[in-house]
């Protein structure tokens, strides 16, 4: 026998309208229906099977197989080579314009950032070149 939350809400509405005094046209939502329909058999004493929980399970990574992060792939294109295009930090993160930008002045600020780059940036060709320190 299916539970109540397998059940159609065409389903739902004929096992509601079975057992409830007032029977009811149909329900708002699934939710709704699932609910006020396991409120009637309960009130009623009628046995229906609850829906198995699904069981939680943790992650089995193994200690340092994280997923790197972007300003950590940001770090790697600059350690790869000495400038990079706002374009390039794009491609390598998935971000837009806006936000590469907005993680190079993270990556700049040493308030921000246990490392920081030092960088300049020139407007024209939108390219952040490592200063030499």
Do not use: C
């Not at 992650?59 to 350690?79: N, Q, V």
């Not at 295009?85 to 491609?91: A, H, V």
């Amino acid at each position: 026998m299916k539970s109540l939350n397998e059940l159609t809400i065409a389903e739902l509405t004929e096992l509601y309208n079975k057992h409830a005094d007032t029977p009811v046209k149909k329900f708002k939502d699934k939710a709704t229906a699932v609910r006020r329909t396991a409120a009637l058999l309960k009130e009623e004493g009628v046995k229906f099977p609850q829906p198995a929980k699904a069981k939680r399970t943790r992650a089995t990574k193994e200690k340092g197989e994280r997923k790197p992060s972007r300003m950590s792939a940001i770090r790697d294109l600059f350690a790869k080579q000495k400038s990079a295009t706002r374009q390039e930090i794009m491609d390598v993160t998935g971000w837009d314009e806006r936000n590469a930008h907005t993680a190079m002045s993270i990556l700049k600020n040493p308030d921000r950032t246990k490392d920081p780059l030092v960088t300049e940036y020139d407007r024209a060709t939108k390219t952040y070149t490592l200063a030499k320190s």
